[in-house]
């Protein structure tokens, strides 16, 4: 029998790994995950030598490397500039992505909340695009978006010029315990290594917090707000 499939959709290679990598494991054991990001984050930094190279092909690599270890199928790369997803790009963006769900039918989608967790602007056009295209298409049952605990968020607040509170644990809809896939969490952080400051960071603050991750559920038809 088909596996059921989901798509996970993002701005930049390493946003799965610091963002919901033990979720994406967990549902690569009984789903397909096919993974969309919209750029190759060229704009990051390179700590690396390698000069033959352009930051966006290692980057790249660096995302199929930590994809493969999370059990992705297919990564797919739209090629859209690091830090140029803005409203002129919005429907082009979204045809893009529309284009191969509709190729792979997923029943669920995964992204960012509507504020990027971050607040990176990258992140809340994806995420924008993902709801867009939840509600639209008629064979997406289920959309997760991603959240953070506020107690990450105190910890980033010069990160961008507003990082968005994170959530009370209360307040999410889903807690995904990620016990399991924690070291392969952290082996898919560390296959980005041109970012080297951002893994170690990322690194050291996962010792403080529960191994879980968290999440809004989102399901048909669109709620009354
Ligand atoms: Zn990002």
Redesign the pocket.
Do not use: G, L, Q
């Given at each position: 029998m088909k596996r059921p499939s989901l798509v996970a959709i993002?701005?930049?290679p390493?946003?799965e790994a610091f963002g919901p990598a033990g979720t994406i494991a967990k549902y690569a054991q009984d789903h397909e995950i096919y993974l969309i990001c919209a750029t190759r984050g060229e704009a990051g930094e390179n700590f690396l030598d390698d000069t033959t190279r352009s930051i966006g092909e290692i980057r790249e690599q660096e995302l199929r490397a930590s994809a493969k270890l999370l059990g992705v199928k297919q990564v797919f790369l739209l090629d859209y500039e690091d830090g140029s997803l803005c409203n002129n790009k919005y429907h082009d963006i979204a045809g893009k992505v529309k284009t191969i769900l509709d190729a792979i039918r997923p029943e669920i989608l995964l992204t960012y909340e509507l504020r990027g967790v971050?607040g990176?602007l990258?992140?809340v056009a994806m995420a924008m695009i993902t709801y867009f295209l939840f509600y639209k298409l008629p064979y997406t049952k289920k959309m997760i978006s991603y959240v953070t605990m506020r107690e990450v968020t105190d910890e980033l607040r010069d990160y961008f010029i507003y990082v968005p509170h994170g959530f009370r644990r209360e307040r999410v809809d889903e807690v995904v315990d990620v016990k399991e896939f924690w070291e392969l969490k952290k082996q898919a952080i560390a296959q980005h290594t041109s970012q080297k400051l951002d893994v170690s960071r990322m690194l050291e603050s996962m010792n403080k917090f529960p191994k879980e991750e968290y999440f809004l559920v989102h399901k048909k038809p669109i709620p009354n707000l």
């Open positions: 993002f701005a930049h390493d946003d971050s990176h990258d992140h």
